[in-house]
């Protein structure tokens, strides 16, 4: 007689992807609800795409894990970085999906499968930082991957068909090389999870095979084209523009912390080869300082700040080659940080956009759109002065002190030219963050007319404004709080 087979449901430990779950539920309740509401208000499934959010979110922070578990026959792995990665996912979200509650009503966001996609999307994200799985990490990838394509598409613009295919492209060139460094990895060690693979390889007293060195650069080349580092980024700056600033100050946060969590997961390992240590060392370098120097001769503000994220991404990748629990606790501080002054500029952009090309016939953003806002809307000139004082690393605003923790890891970890060229990075970058207040504060306004700057604001995007002012404004009485709490979370990796 055959045996039965069963697996308990306490060993599935099914919890684990709850949070994951609540945003594919809501992504496909929003779909039901438009089959049986067809005329209903659209902001509907903002607020429904809120909720979920929201539910996702507070059952990690109140239902959240105290020590690592697995689930799932070990295929999902929550841990204190699987829940900060998440945190952040789900916090950038929550209040990027306001963004769409706009004055000027695009029609993407009248359709609910955007929304639909968008929690699809971020349910993918939460599977890539759940994992240290590689056919999981790639599930999670592609399925976030495949719905940020058609999101991009859906703002049916012409650069944003253009922006959508090179993201595409580019996508499925970094899936490829994921998929085939994974298959190299197996072919050397026979597991596809990390552990297994790392355990090969402390056996083998870190003697790689050709395989394995093999399969690590296309895991560099796959890491590289989704955070954007040099020199795999030259799809960024054309995605930024012809994307919406909605969905690119979120392209600007969320792929890219779910890239920083799998590159600590696989090569914080791999750091142990000289030459991955070496390779990754010269890619930092570069890609912090030549998206710098790219930046300063822009003529369009969201491709300054496109340029400007990817330098942003180099800072934050030197923790990985850092590694250690203070690097990865300040890799953490860092982005939360810089997702506030992020989301702050970003939607700035998206409050002055307007759907007439007034100032410059390619650009929605280009630098004399904002020349004299000061004497033509005050209160904007100087909230986005602020964004670019602490994008620019200026005390006492939020990115400063990423910076500062960021440096005095490097610091005390021997990486002085590391630290050094952060150093002169941050001031070269001052330069093209202070272009944009000297426009808005010492030039002339081209039009008479301040409030074309505003036409685009409605109470849910100045409450979004406002929460990133606050935060990035008094982020000095709170960086120590947080700090704190990122420590206990990271350090539950190292016990």
């Known amino acids: 007689m055959l045996e039965t087979f069963s697996v308990p449901l306490e060993s599935l430990n099914i919890f684990s992807i709850f949070p994951m779950l609540i945003a594919i539920v809501g992504g496909l309740l929003i779909l039901v609800v438009d089959m049986w509401l067809k005329s209903t208000n659209k902001q509907l499934y903002t607020m429904l795409a809120i909720l979920f959010l929201g539910l996702d979110l507070g059952y990690i922070m109140f239902f959240g894990i105290s020590s690592e578990s697995r689930a799932f026959f070990d295929l999902i792995l929550i841990d204190g970085i699987a829940l900060l ?151 960024t700056p054309d995605v930024y523009e012809g994307s919406n600033s909605f969905l690119a100050g979120f392209m600007s946060i969320v792929p890219k912390i779910a890239a920083l969590v799998v590159a600590i997961r696989i090569f914080s390992f791999f750091m142990e080869l000289v030459w991955v240590h070496n390779i990754f060392y010269l890619l930092i370098v570069i890609t912090i300082t030549l998206p710098n120097l790219v930046a300063l001769v822009q003529k369009d503000v969201k491709r300054m700040l496109a340029y400007s994220s990817i330098s942003h991404a180099g800072f934050a990748f030197s923790a990985v080659l850092i590694g250690g629990m203070q690097a990865y606790s300040a890799l953490f501080l860092y982005w939360i940080l810089f997702l506030f002054t992020n989301l702050g500029i970003f939607a700035m952009l998206w409050i002055s956009r307007t759907k007439e090309q007034m100032w410059d016939k390619r650009y929605d953003h280009s630098y004399e759109k904002f020349s004299g806002l000061i004497k033509l809307c005050p209160l904007a000139a100087v909230i986005m002065g602020l964004f670019m004082l602490s994008l620019a690393g200026i005390p006492p605003f939020s990115v400063f002190w990423g910076k500062v923790y960021l ?89």
Not at 153 to 162: G, L, V, Y
Not at 195 to 223: D, H, M, R
């Open 85 to 235: 990665g998440q945190v952040i996912i789900l916090i950038a979200a929550i209040l990027f999906v306001p963004l769409t509650l706009s004055y000027n009503r695009f029609h993407e966001f009248a359709y609910p499968e955007y929304y639909a996609l968008f929690l699809f999307m971020c349910a993918g994200f939460q599977f890539m930082v759940s994992s240290d799985h590689l056919i999981v990490i790639f599930l999670g990838l592609e399925t976030a991957s495949l719905a940020l394509y058609t999101l991009i598409a859906m703002h049916n613009r012409s650069t944003a068909f253009e922006a959508a295919i090179k993201y595409f492209t580019m996508g499925s060139l970094s899936a490829g090389c994921f998929a085939f460094g994974s298959m190299l990895l197996y072919a050397a060690s026979g597991h596809l999870d990390l552990e297994g693979i790392k355990a090969v390889l402390e056996n083998n007293n870190y003697q790689p095979s050709y395989l394995v060195l093999s399969g690590v650069v296309f895991f560099i080349a796959s890491i590289g084209f989704k955070a954007s580092l040099v020199p795999f980024h030259t799809w």
């Open 407 to 495: 440096m005095s890891a490097a610091i005390n970890n021997d990486y002085l030219f590391l630290a050094f060229v952060m150093a002169v990075n941050s001031a070269i970058a001052a330069y093209y963050y202070l272009k944009l207040i000297v426009y808005m504060f010492l030039k002339d306004p081209l039009i008479g007319d301040g409030s074309i700057y505003l036409q685009n604001a409605t109470l849910p995007l100045k409450i979004i404004v406002g929460i990133a002012t606050l935060y990035v404004c008094v982020s000095a009485l709170v960086v120590d709080g947080l700090l704190l709490g990122i420590y206990g979370l990271v350090g539950s990796n190292f016990m």
